[in-house]
């Protein structure tokens, strides 16, 4: 049988999101192909040990995450002569570092209610190390195909610049039906899973599902390289799990920010679920109503979300793309005319946010969201293998006349404000963030129709991960397919180069006829050699 996803969510906070993500991606041109899995066994699988009962709070950025959708990434290998991979050898590979980090087999529960930051409503916690850890979820499943007729290498797509994987059914490869679907609504459902696929050539495929309240980009790509450093018997990365000591950077962290100043140097875009009753769609009329608990601290209500701004009947289509190293140097240059400092990132994205707004014939002033990766602009620092989402939304506004003919202004723009995010304005930006009523009352991330959203997962390389048969053949990640969304991922690379040294393949979503003058637009590639 088809592998299949877990139940529909029932909690208004997170299905405000999930739901999201839901609905476009049904809405993607439909697949006509499929893998043809076939279920062999589902387990779950523990430490060899227990070590007794462990507890610890979610940080503050954790439960920000609370409503976001699960992360998840696929890997493809090529068969490899008198190499092959067992499902049986990565159960023992995952026992192996479950020893070591048991927390991965544990699960989510509501902290007690009160004053504290982190015992405000539906805030969460981790507990493991006990005989009732649900333990992560493990599927093995096989094909009758031949992986080469299917799925592309990755220098094949290279060397073609674009693919269109939409007909590519990816999620048969994914385990998700035992995951906990529903983070605010804790049920000790696994936080976990792993689905590995053999197929009839040989070839293996592994993907990997973290909630993302407890995994961002960097901590699924750390347990992802952690497994294959098991399988092949390596010595793994070092990481840290310990919530704590993100909330520890905050200053003044237990005295909440002053309601009378304002804060929209740090937080341009915040609209509050509470004061938008008023036309709200079906779907999200629960998510405005305060739960009883802190009704009485409704007031007073913030800025109201304006639902008509709001697409989501829009179908969702997705390409790849694939620059090279020449290409990303050349949009550099051209953004650091006249001695302009931008970084490689930000000329990309600069130029990706011109492309969108044209293809999307966008007018007015236009937002970009992105995330920030905050474990280096804290004081102290983290630790570089923190576990966890340690992120929080940006966003820039610009009149989409900048953004389509002023590569310079938009990479300066970009640059500006991420410079602003200094260790103070961060600890300022988590106090912002610790005493919101609930971690879901209020909307960050612009969704309306005048916005795009780019993500980067540069400091994660899963074109590199080895399970002990060399890089994979593919990579497809499992991300909220939102319109007018953007990935930028590196390809594969060594040791101290650079992150684009070997090229990126850059994600894009968008409805198909804004995604066909994207990809037909006589300016996307005009840096290309």
């Not at 048969?172 to 983070?183: F, Q, S, V």
């Not at 879901?440 to 309306?448: K, M, T, V």
């Not at 007018?484 to 060594?494: A, R």
Request: glycine content about 4%; hydrophobic content about 40%.
């Amino acid at each position: 049988r088809v592998l299949r996803k877990g139940p529909e969510l029932i909690f208004s906070a997170h299905q405000l999101t999930e739901q999201i993500f839901n609905k476009m991606s049904d809405q993607i041109v439909g697949s006509k192909r499929t893998f043809q899995i076939s279920e062999v066994f589902t387990q779950r699988v523990f430490p060899p040990k227990r070590n007794g009962p462990s507890l610890h709070k979610l940080s503050i950025l954790d439960n920000f995450h609370i409503t976001s959708p699960k992360i998840s990434s696929t890997l493809l290998y090529d068969a490899v002569p008198d190499k092959k991979i067992s499902p049986e050898d990565v159960i023992e590979a995952l026992k192996n570092l479950l020893d070591e980090q048991p927390f991965w087999a544990g699960c989510l529960e509501h902290t007690p209610f009160g004053e504290r930051h982190s015992n405000r409503l539906g805030c969460l916690q981790l507990r493991f190390g006990e005989s009732t850890d649900p333990g992560v979820i493990f599927t093995h499943g096989t094909s009758p195909l031949k992986l080469s007729s299917i799925v592309p290498t990755i220098e094949d797509c290279i060397r073609r610049k674009l693919m269109k994987p939409e007909d590519l059914p990816f999620d048969e490869l994914r385990c998700n039906g035992e995951l906990l679907e529903n983070p605010a609504s804790p049920s000790g459902r696994s936080l976990v899973a792993v689905q590995t696929t053999q197929f009839a050539c040989g070839s293996f495929a592994i993907s990997i599902t973290i909630l993302h309240c407890i995994a961002d980009a960097q901590s699924l790509y750390e347990f992802s390289e952690n497994l294959a450093r098991s399988t092949r018997g390596s010595t793994r990365l070092p990481i840290v799990f310990d919530p704590s000591l993100l909330d520890a950077t905050v200053k003044n962290l237990h005295e909440p920010w002053d309601a009378s100043v304002s804060h929209s140097d740090l937080e341009p875009y915040k609209k509050d679920f509470w004061a938008s009753a008023d036309g709200a769609p079906n779907l999200y009329a629960s998510a405005c109503i305060p739960p009883p608990q802190v009704a009485h601290l409704a007031d007073p209500r913030g800025d109201v979300l304006d639902w008509n701004t709001w697409d989501l009947t829009s179908s969702v289509d997705r390409c790849n793309l694939f620059f090279d190293r020449d290409e990303i140097n050349a949009i550099w240059k051209a953004a650091s005319e006249g001695g302009n400092r931008v970084s490689h990132l930000d000329a990309l994205i600069a130029h990706l946010w011109s492309e969108a707004v044209s293809a999307n014939q966008m007018e007015g002033d236009v937002i970009f969201n992105f995330p920030m990766d905050i474990r280096k602009r804290t004081d102290p620092q983290l630790p570089n293998g923190l576990v966890g989402s340690v992120n929080f939304p940006l966003s820039v506004s610009l009149p989409a006349s900048t953004v389509r003919d002023s590569l310079l202004d938009t990479s300066t723009a970009i640059r500006s404000s991420i410079s602003f995010m200094n260790p103070t304005n961060v600890s300022r930006k988590l106090n912002i963030l610790a005493h919101d009523t609930t971690p879901f009352r209020y909307l960050r991330i612009n969704l309306a129709q005048n916005s795009i959203a780019v993500t980067s997962w540069l400091a994660d390389n899963f074109f590199d991960i080895d399970f002990g048969i060399g890089r994979p053949r593919y990579f497809d990640l499992n991300l909220m397919r939102m319109n007018k969304m953007f990935v930028v991922l590196p390809l594969m690379g060594e040791p101290g180069e650079h992150w684009y040294h070997r090229g990126v393949m850059i994600v894009a979503f968008m409805n198909p006829s804004a995604m066909q003058r994207f990809v037909n637009s006589d300016t996307l590639r005009k840096y290309s050699s």
